[in-house]
């Protein structure tokens, strides 16, 4: 009897231990069916990856224009030297647009292959895009459209770059940042107030002054005139509190007219000079500069081309105009056989 109850309790414990088992098998296979997120992208392969699925056939380079003739030497000249005629396309300002992995290196790479091919960069803006790991590079440079295009290729076959896209002939929205602190005090004291330091102050001005001061306590007017002559009709002559009060109100009343005109805006005041901000293309950029030059341009700091391309706006008219080319053609109007 004893016997066949320890029989049927280890029946009872290897069933009980093979339902446990299946059921820890059973979660562990539904464990991994449960969907996961896809991986980030966080390598430069995956450009490449990007590059072979979307690669379609690149249309030919632009048609480069032959220069004239030659005669006998010249050609004699370019056998020996191995030197290819010159181009005579005209140099243009082109806007290239990159989309490249964020990621240290990729800036020196592109601007390596720029640099080996001459081309001087006119600006470049990069920053990071709304997606983690992509970031967008803005570069101006001016040269003929064929070198351009093949820059634009070889920058394309890198591994971390994504695309590059020319908006030199696309209707874009182009943007500059420009930060200019300017004098309040007037021209005549610019030269002054670049020797103040960081705070622009006109220090060279008083410790002149300061000099001739004691130049003339000393009695040192006979050995000293002529020097001391010079430094009086060079410098001007001190203003008084009420005259510099109203000099720099003058000059900030200006300045925040000629502002307004551009569309600019005073972020900054200070005692002798602010800082204007304004934002807008590049010609209106440089004008607004050589504006400000007048004034006592003291500094300026601009950020770069920025471009972005419309989108297309379609109109009813368009949507007539499509379906009328896609309709239906009439048999009446055709021309008989």
């Known amino acids: 009897m004893a016997a066949l109850v320890a029989l049927r309790a280890r029946s009872a414990a290897r069933s009980l231990g093979a339902r446990s088992f299946s059921t820890t098998l059973l979660r562990f296979n539904e464990s991994e069916q449960v969907p996961k997120p896809p991986r980030p992208i966080d390598d430069s392969t995956s450009a490449l990856e990007y590059k072979k699925v979307h690669r379609a056939r690149p249309p030919p380079l632009p048609a480069m224009d ?68 992509l970031s967008r590079m803005c570069i101006v440079l001016r040269g003929q459209d064929g070198v351009v295009e093949q820059a634009r290729r070889q920058l394309e076959d890198l591994v971390p770059v994504w695309a590059v896209l020319d908006y030199t002939n696309t209707n874009c929205i182009q943007r500059e940042l420009l930060l200019a602190k300017v004098s309040i005090l007037g021209p005549d004291y610019v030269e002054d107030q670049y020797h103040g330091g960081p705070t622009h102050e006109p220090r060279r001005k008083i ?62 005041v200070s005692e002798n000079s ?25 500094e300026s700091a601009r950020t770069g081309l920025m471009a972005m391309p419309r989108s297309p706006f379609k109109t009813p008219d368009d949507a007539e105009e499509v379906a009328e080319e896609g309709g239906v053609v009439d048999a009446s109007l055709l021309p008989p056989g």
Request: aromatic share 4%.
């Open 66 to 133: 032959l220069p004239r003739s030659r005669t006998a030497e010249e050609a004699v000249t370019n056998i020996l030297y191995n030197t290819p005629p010159p181009s005579l396309q005209p140099f243009k300002k082109h806007i290239l647009n990159c989309l490249v992995q964020n990621e240290p290196g990729v800036l020196s790479r592109v601007s390596g292959i720029l640099a080996g091919r001459g081309f001087n960069i006119d600006s470049l803006v990069v920053c990071r895009t709304e997606i983690r790991d």
């Open 274 to 298: 602010v800082i204007v901000e304004m934002s807008g293309k590049t010609s209106k950029v440089e004008a607004f500069l050589t504006l400000l030059k007048p004034y006592g341009l003291l």
């Open 207 to 268: 410790e002149r002054e300061a000099s001739l001061v004691d130049r003339f306590e000393r009695g040192a007017q006979q050995t000293t005139l002529p020097q001391a002559e010079a430094d009086t009709t060079s410098s001007l002559a001190p203003l008084s509190p009420t005259e510099l009060l109203r000099l720099r109100n003058e000059h900030l009343r200006s300045i925040s007219v000629l502002a307004e005109q551009f569309g600019a805006r005073l972020v900054d």
